[in-house]
């Protein structure tokens, strides 16, 4: 099977879509300022949102659909239309009501555009998006960051799922990238009929317990509300900025006298530590230079991945070994194993802890956990309907 990070629409290519950092953090999103497009309206894809969290009754669960079209950052309407962001939208107490309320009872039917976006889903109290100006004066869109203790919406138990949705077809996934709060599952419908992000029975609990127990991670348990991704907790001071410090340098070391090989869609790449460097030969010369705890949890800085068909696919895979801690044990790469992920005592065990409590063993708990299809991704060129469940907090 061809790995998810070089098919069409993978996680990277899915927040481009979004505006990037816009989604990822409270950052102001830059949209031209014209009318929406009318045919977009029109390829309305039935969205059901249902209510099994058996904590909330439908009253107190408050949804949000907002992304970009075309370049322009909107939102969905109750009615399933779409409508720009505007600075008019804030209301007396500087935030804007975006949210969709649910049907008193059973499931909620809603119609969903075309569009690249995020469904939020709040639960006890309403997520505060504010519209503001960007630097070229136009409307946009700060985003909820449930990991920044400073940011209004901190205190709202929240969530969400990421989907593009155009003429090739819907593309979504549950993501766990930022932080894990409200247990959900995504089922579409169409060529095939997929489901993922179900968690096991006691899942939720088994996460907060797994991450807690380990002595590095147990400061991102924010109460009984979230799991704080580790990377965002390295930036609020809550895990070791040095962490993968040591399994870096084994790994710099042990591809000093022996070869590393990452295979991707553009063939076999064969790399050593040369001064300094990661170099690696083949299809390409590619290199990177020595990581920092950081790079690996946002798979990010040193470890990037440009949509250029052989640094970033290589990136993906090497990015994908430090979470897992399958690089020094596995000298050809990506691991396609499981039962090989997660085994070093410096590994991700918030994405360990993740990947243990779904069903199908299919999370996002970082960015390139889509290599060698590993994430609760899935995606359909002939959709009929998308099914979005809000499943038990306990079990």
Not at 118 to 126: D, E, M, T
Request: with cysteine.
């Amino acid at each position: 099977m061809t790995p998810r990070h070089q098919r069409q629409l993978g996680r990277r290519k899915l927040l481009f879509a979004l505006g990037g950092a816009a989604v990822a953090a409270p950052a102001v999103a830059a949209l031209a300022p014209h009318a929406l497009a009318d045919p977009a309206a029109a390829a309305g894809l039935p969205l059901t949102i249902v209510n099994d969290s058996g904590s909330f009754g439908n009253g107190s669960v408050h949804v949000y659909i907002v992304g970009n079209q075309d370049g322009r950052q909107v939102r969905v309407t109750p009615d399933g239309t779409l409508a720009p962001i505007a600075l008019s939208d804030n209301g007396p107490d500087g935030f804007t009501d975006y949210a969709i309320s649910l049907a008193g009872s059973g499931e909620t039917q809603l119609t969903l555009p075309y569009m690249s976006g995020r469904i939020y889903v709040a639960l006890g109290q309403k997520l505060k998006f504010k519209a503001v100006a960007d630097g070229n004066g136009n409307a946009a869109l700060q985003y909820p960051a449930g990991w920044v203790a400073s940011d209004p919406n901190y205190p709202v138990l929240h969530d969400c799922a990421e989907f593009t949705y155009n003429s090739s077809g819907m593309f979504c996934n549950t993501t766990m990238v930022d932080m894990f709060s409200v247990p959900m599952s995504i089922r579409l419908t169409g060529a095939k009929d997929q489901t993922t992000g179900a968690l096991r029975p006691g899942g939720r609990a088994s996460v907060f317990a797994a991450v807690g127990q380990k002595a590095e991670f147990e400061r991102l348990v924010v109460d009984d509300t979230r799991v704080l991704a580790p990377g965002h907790g390295l930036d609020a001071g809550l895990f070791p900025k040095d962490y993968f410090a040591p399994y870096i340098d084994e790994v710099w070391s042990t591809y000093t006298g022996r070869d590393l090989v990452v295979t991707t869609n553009a063939g076999a790449f064969t790399g050593r530590v040369r001064g300094e460097r990661l170099t690696f030969s083949g299809p390409a010369e590619v290199s990177f230079a020595r990581p920092s705890t950081r790079d690996v949890l946002f798979c990010d800085g040193t470890l990037a991945a440009p949509n250029d068909g052989t640094t970033g696919p290589v990136a993906a895979v090497l990015g994908a070994g430090f979470n897992r801690s399958t690089l020094v044990s596995h000298p050809a790469q990506p691991t396609t194993d499981p039962a090989d992920f997660y085994r070093g005592a410096l590994a991700n065990h918030y994405s360990a802890a993740l990947h243990a409590a779904t069903v199908d063993g299919k999370a996002y708990g970082f960015a390139f956990d889509d290599v060698a299809d590993f994430a609760s991704y899935i995606q359909d060129t002939a959709p009929t309907g998308i099914r979005l469940t809000l499943t038990p907090f306990e079990n």
